[in-house]
């Protein structure tokens, strides 16, 4: 792959634009890094901060409203979980109940609940549940993400 570096000081906002000819795993893993630092706007009660898609442990809806849960503060976002799920699915969110989305990079480990249902710990100790109706396609997402891990080592 051919990769050019330019510095114009004329531009008013800095851009990288990717040219390919078929969308293979490199491409996919470069547009997957790229979207990592495309940036959210969160709002609570005094601020209105720049989020990274990485720093959000959790999303979650109540009342109509989306909240992005970083490590220590929360914020509302302009998203449904169902638009936020489709536009960063590949950066590791996955959905684990009806109103919740998790980050499975900020997962520290999981431990088995009652009722076939898991308890999900986050890097900043939160637990979550993971609904057993969404646990195959958890688990299956997070075999997929394992395997695509292994392929980048080969």
Not at 44 to 62: G, H, M, R, S, W
Request: charged share 30%.
């Amino acid at each position: 792959m051919k990769v050019n570096y330019y510095e114009d000081r004329m531009i008013e906002e800095n851009h990288v634009d990717v040219f390919y000819s078929e969308k293979d795993h490199e491409i996919i893993g470069i547009m997957n890094y790229l979207q990592s630092y495309e940036i959210i706007l969160g709002k609570n009660e005094e601020v209105t901060k720049k989020i990274l898609p990485n720093d959000i442990f959790y999303l979650e809806t109540v009342e109509r409203r989306c909240y992005a849960y970083l490590e220590s503060e929360v914020y509302q976002i302009d998203f449904t979980l169902k638009n936020f799920q489709e536009r960063f699915q590949s950066n590791g969110f996955i959905q684990i109940g009806k109103s919740m989305i998790v980050n499975v990079y900020r997962i520290d480990r999981v431990k088995t609940d009652s009722n076939m249902r898991m308890r999900l710990i986050m890097e900043n100790g939160e637990e979550l549940i993971l609904n057993r109706t969404f646990k195959k396609d958890f688990m299956e997402y997070l075999r997929n993400i394992q395997e695509a891990e292994n392929e980048d080592y080969r």
